[in-house]
């Protein structure tokens, strides 16, 4: 028998939101005062929108998601469809406690029976986040985009060489790439600098750079940096960069200068560095916000001519207009 979510609209304008396998018995039991308690009093009830799920377990964690919206993202819901869940209105407190539980739960028979929570309540979301940041990106940096399908780092770990065969990652990430560049990230990829989200319970924070580089772009970092250290200071010793961020990550940093560099080079300060990347904690409530893209966009302009410096040195251009 099929589950199904609903909201109902209730004689004073409120919604309820709810589970039944009969539909249309559950929203008659409401009109007539035999349903929930809430909607007892507020009659009359009709039905404002409605969708299936493949099992009760489904049904109820979709349904939990749907109570975490704010009213005008319900109304939303209602006048489109699904798509206005895709629209950013906070993260769901759903998906932190779905991660939390996944650090308790990390087996695949576990993800799977909470599933759906996870794509209601942090991978949709997610994107829904994405969405909004493209749209602020070209305002500012028409070079950087989001992708809904890319930018989401994917839940699954990559177990082949770890000894930690725990399945699924305990946090969400997000990563903004240059329009130019792949959306891949590390020694592996060929993508270039960019800007990355974080969320995970205790520990949500934002960051931006280019991580560990592959060695043709490091390379080509390195020589940008012995021809114009200047300019590369400017940069990273600006006083809005510090006062956010701080010193660049000292991450893999190299015991001592490449081979051929001489000690006291005007660059010898950055030289030994791998990777060039800078980050500042947010608070976990910030998630929570409607104002997250704004807070966002915010510290993505302080690193933004990092991001630019760093993909310059690779031959990747900014842009004015997309």
Not at 97 to 111: G, I, S, V
């Amino acid at each position: 028998m099929p589950w199904h979510v609903y909201i109902v609209r209730c004689g004073d304008g409120t919604l309820y939101t709810g589970v039944a396998t009969d539909l249309a018995r559950r929203v008659a039991a409401h009109d007539a005062g035999r349903g929930a308690r809430y909607t007892r009093s507020r009659r009359p009830v009709t039905l404002a929108w409605s969708t299936t799920a493949r099992d009760r377990s489904s049904a109820q964690r979709l349904e939990a998601a749907l109570k975490t919206l704010p009213r005008t993202a319900k109304e939303r819901l209602i006048r489109e469809g699904a798509t206005a869940m895709h629209e950013w209105h906070g993260l769901p407190k759903a998906g932190l406690t779905f991660l939390r539980q996944l650090r308790r739960n990390n087996r695949r028979d576990w993800f799977e029976s909470h599933r759906d929570t996870y794509e209601a309540a942090l991978r949709e979301p997610m994107r829904a986040l994405v969405e909004a940041m493209d749209v602020r990106f070209a305002g500012f940096a028409a070079e950087i985009v989001g992708d809904p399908k890319r930018s989401l780092f994917r839940i699954h770990r990559d177990v082949r060489f770890s000894r930690d065969k725990s399945p699924y990652k305990t946090h969400a990430a997000l990563w903004f790439a240059h329009r130019d560049a792949g959306f891949g990230v590390g020694r592996e990829a060929h993508g270039g600098a960019g800007f990355y989200f974080h969320v995970e319970p205790g520990s949500c924070y934002v960051a931006g750079g280019f991580w560990m580089p592959p060695r043709p772009a490091l390379d080509r970092i390195r020589e940008a940096l012995a021809e114009d250290p200047a300019s590369f200071a400017r940069v990273v010793d600006a006083p809005a960069l510090r006062r956010t961020f701080g010193p660049l990550s000292t991450e893999g940093m190299l015991k001592r200068l490449p081979r051929g560099t001489a000690p006291g080079h005007p660059a010898e300060r950055w030289l030994r560095h791998q990777s060039f990347t800078v980050s500042t904690e947010l608070p976990e409530s910030a998630v929570f916000r409607r104002d997250l893209p704004a807070l966002l966009e915010r510290r993505y302009r302080t690193l933004l001519p990092l991001v630019r410096w760093l993909n310059a040195a690779i031959g990747l251009n900014e842009a004015v207009r997309r």
